[in-house]
């Protein structure tokens, strides 16, 4: 009975975990127009600034990945909380001690970096969790983030609208609160069994994953449909505002909302489908189906405020059903390899970031967005690359 309450306690943690993370991971797609409009930052410069916050990611994604393999899935939590609360509420507090404003940016990178660290840890504790159905589960568990992340920008937005962009971070604080108490009274499955086979996180360092050429392959794929979906998280706000003048604090918040409410829709079903089609195969089709929507979105101009949400629906496989195959493959040393896949497809996302606020720049700020077409176009290449190669087992590690 005690080990089956623990057990309901971590799965209340790993869910509400992911639904935090969707409340913040999102609230950019409101803040960023606003922070652009109150520095009065070029493109380029904008370009740069989502770059610098996802290196942060990846950065810290990978100093996660150190912290897992040498002490656990649980410190890996509790670091990421910390580094949160403390982002969270230094946005606010820079400017009410008189530092210049624009060190609330770097009080961001806190937050982003928590997000590395709170990334790591969930899917690692995931992996340790899910062992049947793991592309079902997997799906349940970014269902919680779609959730949070279909929330978000509204809340953000009249937030915004009423109090000024600092406030969202600084109202998000007790939420952070409520999962992070409860993760340092839990027993994580690390501290039932010291073995490391038993715990599936110190079979393997960190270093040894990234010799794996799967690993790189698998982080590729990845790297790609993660650019994608924060494309139209970080950039579709701005795409509608400079090119169709549209509002970010009512449409563009809007179309985030509505985005996630596609996202998260697929996440609470489409995990059935994928079990009876295929990883593989999802990918593919999911792939083709944003292509798709894409396109149509683009064509109509500021009609596709309308249309292009309901990529949203197809994005939502991407990021489940790649790590159920890594999962899959590594089998017990998942953990530890699912957090370097995350690390290498972190840094891809941050240089497609750049890139894309660079085409802005460069051929206008109608292009960046739609260069989205483009990189699924380079997902399908990877995807083929990736059905190769799976075709050839994985020698574990001792």
Same mark, same amino acid.
């Given at each position: 009975?005690?080990? #089956?309450?623990?057990?309901?306690?971590?799965?209340?943690?790993?869910?509400?975990?992911?639904?935090?993370?969707?409340?913040?991971?999102?609230?950019?797609?409101?803040?960023?127009?606003?922070?652009?409009?109150?520095?009065?930052?070029?493109?380029?410069?904008?370009?740069?600034?989502?770059?610098?916050?996802?290196?942060?990611?990846?950065?810290?994604?990978?100093?996660?990945?150190?912290?897992?393999?040498?002490?656990?899935?649980?410190?890996?939590?509790?670091?990421?909380?910390?580094?949160?609360?403390?982002?969270?509420?230094?946005?606010?507090?820079?400017?009410?001690?008189?530092?210049?404003?624009?060190?609330?940016?770097?009080?961001?990178?806190?937050?982003?970096?928590?997000?590395?660290?709170?990334?790591?840890?969930?899917?690692?504790?995931?992996?340790?969790?899910?062992?049947?159905?793991?592309?079902?589960?997997?799906?349940?568990?970014?269902?919680?983030?779609?959730?949070?992340?279909?929330?978000? &920008?509204?809340?953000?937005?009249?937030?915004?609208?009423?109090?000024?962009?600092?406030?969202?971070?600084?109202?998000?604080? &007790?939420?952070?609160?409520?999962?992070?108490?409860?993760?340092?009274?839990?027993?994580?499955?690390?501290?039932?069994?010291?073995?490391?086979?038993?715990?599936?996180?110190?079979?393997?360092?960190?270093?040894?994953?990234?010799?794996? &050429?799967?690993?790189?392959?698998?982080?590729?794929?990845?790297?790609?449909?993660?650019?994608?979906?924060?494309?139209?998280?970080?950039?579709?706000?701005?795409?509608?505002?400079?090119?169709?003048?549209?509002? &970010?604090?009512?449409?563009?918040?809007?179309?985030?909302?509505?985005?996630?409410?596609?996202?998260?829709?697929?996440?609470?079903?489409?995990?059935?489908?994928?079990?009876?089609?295929?990883?593989?195969?999802?990918?593919?089709?999911?792939? #083709?189906?944003?292509?798709?929507?894409?396109?149509?979105?683009?064509?109509?101009?500021?009609?596709?405020?309308?249309?292009?949400?309901?990529?949203?629906?197809?994005?939502?496989?991407?990021?489940?059903?790649?790590?159920?195959?890594?999962?899959?493959?590594?089998?017990?040393?998942?953990?530890?390899?699912?957090?370097?896949?995350?690390?290498?497809?972190?840094?891809?996302?941050?240089?497609?970031?750049?890139?894309?606020?660079?085409?802005?720049?460069?051929?206008?700020?109608?292009?960046?967005?739609?260069?989205?077409?483009?990189?699924?176009?380079?997902?399908?290449?990877?995807?083929?690359?990736?059905?190769?190669?799976?075709?050839?087992?994985?020698?574990?590690?001792?």
């Amino acid at each position: 009975m005690a080990k #089956l309450s623990r057990s309901v306690l971590l799965y209340l943690i790993l869910f509400g975990t992911m639904f935090f993370l969707g409340c913040i991971d999102n609230i950019k797609g409101v803040s960023y127009p606003l922070i652009k409009a109150e520095f009065n930052i070029p493109y380029e410069q904008q370009g740069m600034m989502v770059s610098i916050f996802s290196l942060a990611f990846v950065v810290f994604c990978f100093v996660g990945g150190m912290i897992l393999g040498s002490f656990g899935v649980k410190k890996t939590f509790l670091a990421g909380f910390v580094f949160m609360i403390t982002g969270l509420v230094s946005v606010f507090a820079f400017p009410l001690l008189g530092l210049p404003r624009i060190l609330s940016l770097a009080a961001l990178f806190f937050v982003s970096a928590a997000l590395g660290l709170l990334e790591v840890g969930s899917n690692a504790l995931a992996a340790q969790v899910f062992t049947t159905r793991v592309a079902l589960l997997m799906s349940l568990l970014h269902f919680f983030y779609g959730a949070g992340s279909s929330l978000s &920008p509204r809340f953000s937005g009249a937030i915004a609208s009423g109090l000024g962009w600092r406030y969202i971070y600084l109202l998000s604080l &007790p939420l952070a609160l409520i999962f992070f108490v409860p993760s340092i009274f839990a027993r994580f499955p690390q501290e039932d069994n010291s073995s490391s086979a038993a715990g599936g996180t110190r079979r393997v360092r960190f270093f040894t994953a990234l010799k794996n &050429p799967m690993v790189w392959v698998i982080s590729v794929v990845m790297g790609l449909m993660v650019g994608i979906e924060v494309s139209s998280i970080n950039w579709a706000g701005l795409y509608f505002q400079d090119v169709y003048n549209l509002d &970010p604090k009512t449409s563009g918040a809007a179309f985030i909302s509505n985005f996630f409410i596609f996202f998260t829709v697929s996440r609470l079903l489409s995990g059935f489908a994928i079990e009876k089609i295929g990883y593989l195969r999802s990918l593919f089709i999911a792939t #083709l189906a944003a292509i798709l929507v894409f396109t149509i979105g683009f064509t109509i101009g500021a009609k596709g405020i309308h249309v292009l949400p309901a990529v949203g629906f197809f994005i939502a496989v991407f990021w489940p059903t790649t790590l159920a195959i890594g999962m899959g493959y590594f089998k017990e040393d998942a953990p530890v390899m699912t957090s370097a896949i995350i690390v290498l497809s972190g840094a891809l996302n941050s240089v497609m970031q750049f890139l894309i606020g660079l085409t802005n720049r460069v051929v206008g700020p109608a292009w960046g967005y739609r260069s989205c077409v483009v990189y699924a176009l380079g997902i399908i290449a990877a995807l083929v690359v990736l059905n190769k190669r799976l075709r050839h087992p994985y020698k574990e590690v001792c």
